[in-house]
């Protein structure tokens, strides 16, 4: 209930001091029980019943009456908020059109500044019918709420919650209304756009989809809003083609998993010799970390077209496999008659993942355990020529030899950079940090002609090999890079591992300011004590941070049920190398007609690593 900044220096007191004096085995569990990261407190005279419409909630703009919804996105609160002032303009008589806003969270509506009265009180009660917040953006004149009546630019929300309180939508998503001039013919509005701020007075009215106005919204969203022609123009620096997410997934504690895997490794007598990291379980645990993935994909990045799901015959039984944006594709798929199956081997299933029907010319690639943190636009990832952007790590990949015994991300690295010298007579030094890796098909495919001996060899392997090349998570950023093909980017991330005494401090830290573009929470190796006490520092930390239900998830599980069975190919089978080249992608399906007017508000249909060069299956 302490304001942040006092929390914050009691939390670093105990960090640099307390834990210090605590044994190391017990620093974890001592960090996670101080740090508080669950649902937020509440005062006893402000507690909610359970099926209570809405609660006073602590937000950024401090204590507001908030809306309850457990399945509720940013981009659907931001279409409620604009769509609830259209409407109320629109009954009003107000001659309104939409304008693209410069903000990727905010909708802008422009008005003419002589109906401004008219504008505000409506907007004032609207506001406190519904107890919405309606802020001064653009003073002009005095400001506070007397400078609502000369304001250039309004902010207007209606709060809404997950039903613990945990994270509030509010201002941030608003809808903002500009009030814009007219003179000598032309409308001016109060402040730059990312089309025109100027247009003739006479530009002709007509309607657009809701992707014409931002990049934050579902691509194949139809509902269509009055603007003024220039404004469906793209601009140079708009996305427009399809990127598709594809993520690798396993439940190591399936048993007719464990027995594939065990048979694997009583063949495979070489690992007798190498790096324990390439077996060990902690890279097949899963602690419902893919659940909340997709929970923060739908919420922070709903231009998505399709999430494709890579497993070993496996579907979490909370995953809604009929939703129309989900695939979930077999190894047995994407291998073909390649490769070793039944495979535990990350990099190798990495090397066929450009072989998915259907998938996307540009994709971005995630683990579980990799966590989009805020809204994003697509621009994070790719240029709008289509180039991918690549985020390299202040570690470096280790400069000595290769040795058998390195562990299986350093192997992989070295054997990345030898590629890379004998390709282009380059030294690849920096590992690439732990977030969505962008990627396209096309270059992928080209990297596996190329090094075709390297890239089959790396698929044949069961478990991790240290003649392995990690494609997706390394190689091809550098391939691209030194083809013309890609642009090193920045990107907000922070790394943490779950077996840190510290991880819980940065948690803490990321839920009060919610200021990452991305973060990763990987666990590289653990006993099964420490495993416990990392489930329960997830289990705090990824319901608080993203407790909005995805419209991924079912309301009731599904039965466990058995893969099939898997048939094992031979490491040398390549005929079927050049018989899995992709397939061109597919076409987006126009948007059908609608009507020329605002439409109500309609679910959404989606919205450096220092110790790694590869992402793991789990």
Known sequence: MAPWGVRARVLRSVQHRVLPRVAPAQRLGVARRVVH???????????????????????????????????????????????????????????????PARSLRHTAVAVPVGDRDL??????????????????????????????????????????TDPTGSLV?????????????????????????????VIPADEPVVSAPEPAFGAFSAPDDTTRYRTREIFTLPSPDRISFPIDVVYTWVDGGDPAWQARKAAALARNTWLSEASKLSTNDSRFLSRDELRYSLRALHCFAPWVRRIFLVTDDQVPAWLDTSHPQITVVSHREVFGDTGTLPTFNSQAIESRLHRIPGLSEHFLYLNDDVFLGRPVSPDLFFTPGGLTRFFPSTALVDSAPRLPTDPPADSAGKNNRELIREAFGRVLTRKMMHTPHPSRRSVIAEIEERFAEHIDATASHQFRHPDDVSLLSSLQQYYAYLTGRAVQGSIDYKYADLAAPATPFKLAEL????????????????????????????????????????????????????????????????????????????????????????????????????????????
């Open 119 to 160: 504008v505000v009180r409506l907007l004032d009660g609207l506001t406190a019918e519904g107890a919405g917040l309606l802020e001064v953006v653009r003073p002009r004149g005095r400001k506070g709420r007397k400078g609502r009546r000369t304001a250039d630019v309004l902010r207007v929300c209606w709060p809404v």
């Open 169 to 197: 939508l509010s201002l941030d998503v608003g809808c903002e209304v500009e009030f814009w001039r007219e003179k000598d013919g032309y409308l001016t509005g109060p402040r730059s756009n990312p089309i025109a701020d």
């Open 37 to 99: 990261l669950s649902a937020p407190p509440r005062l006893p005279l402000m507690r909610t019943a359970a099926d209570a419409p809405v609660m006073r909630v602590r937000g950024r703009q401090g204590w507001v009456t908030a809306r309850r919804d457990a399945t509720a996105s940013p981009a659907r609160v931001r279409r409620q908020n604009l769509d609830r002032v259209v409407t109320a303009l629109t009954e009003a008589g107000v001659d309104w059109f939409r304008i």
């Open 511 to 618: 839920l009060r300011h919610r200021n990452l573009d991305a973060f990763c929470l990987n666990d590289t190796d653990s006993d099964e004590a420490l495993a416990c006490e990392q489930a329960a520092l997830l289990a705090d930390f990824l319901p608080a941070y993203l407790p909005f239900v995805s419209p991924f998830e079912l309301a009731v599980p599904r039965p466990a049920t058995a893969p099939p069975a898997v048939a094992v190919t031979l490491p040398g089978r390549q005929a079927g190398r050049h018989a899995h080249r992709p397939a061109a992608p597919p076409a987006v399906p126009p948007a059908a007609p609608v009507a020329d007017v605002a439409l109500p508000a309609q679910p959404d249909r989606g919205t450096g690593d220092p110790t790694s060069t590869t992402t793991p299956v789990a």
